[in-house]
């Protein structure tokens, strides 16, 4: 099966820094990559999402891009906030329902 | 709001006793997921359903088992109860086949005592 890594698993960054998380995946089959945002004691919500026939996507301050070839896709923060504060989640999908998540990133940003 | 509901928000029970988490998918989804979240952990898939039937197993115990019903509503048994099933539990639905946009719930904080 699928087998989703994910790195680092704390990043602290400044306020107005960027921030970057990695996800490595196995499966060539995987064709789809969310990623989520779960603030402390609340639900895992989608911010992001890229298909595998699309290398890069951009949504104001964050944005994901996806190598196929070295099967890795990272997300990609700028300008952050102390809102921003979170676990990340990023997850490759294949067959339209199989999700597989990586272990999450604690980002925390520091005022 | 994702517009997945689920009940309770908490459960505080003993061990060896059952409970049953209940989740109510989006309108117009089909398909349902069970994810478990213990303390600063991950997301460990359990199982899924699309449209009444099982479409997929994870890493689910033999004492946990799950449903969809027919008007697409899903519960979670989870019986025996141990100290180590304490966690919150996620359900997750989609559209289903050919839309993977996944859509989270509150969660059920499960306490074991």
């Known amino acids: ?111 | 709001d994702s517009g997945v509901t689920q009940t309770p928000k908490h459960l505080i029970t003993a061990t060896g006793q059952r409970v049953t988490l209940r989740c109510s998918p989006r309108s117009g989804d089909l398909s349902v997921y069970w994810y478990q979240q213990s303390l600063d952990q991950g997301l460990q898939f359990l199982i899924q359903y699309y449209n009444g039937e099982e479409r997929a197993k994870g890493n689910i115990l033999e004492r946990f088992s799950a449903q969809q019903f027919p008007d697409l509503h899903s519960e979670l048994n989870l019986s025996s109860l141990e100290l180590g099933d304490s966690a919150l539990y996620f359900c997750a639905s989609s559209v289903g086949v050919g839309n993977e946009k996944l859509f989270f719930g509150s969660g059920t904080q499960l306490s074991v005592l």
């Open chain 1, 1 to 111: 099966g699928e087998n989703v890594e994910q790195h680092p698993s704390t990043l602290s960054v400044q306020e107005g820094d960027s921030a970057v998380i990695k996800c490595t995946y196995s499966d060539s089959a995987s064709n789809y990559f969310p990623w989520y945002k779960q603030e402390l004691g609340k639900r895992p919500q989608l911010i992001i999402d890229i298909r595998s026939n699309v290398g890069e996507k951009k949504d104001q301050r964050i944005a994901v891009t996806l190598n196929k070839t070295a099967k890795h896709f990272s997300l990609h923060i700028t300008e952050t906030q102390p809102e921003d504060s979170a676990v990340y989640f990023c997850a490759a999908v294949y067959n339209f329902n199989k999700f597989y998540f990586g272990s999450g990133t604690k980002l925390n940003v520091k005022p």
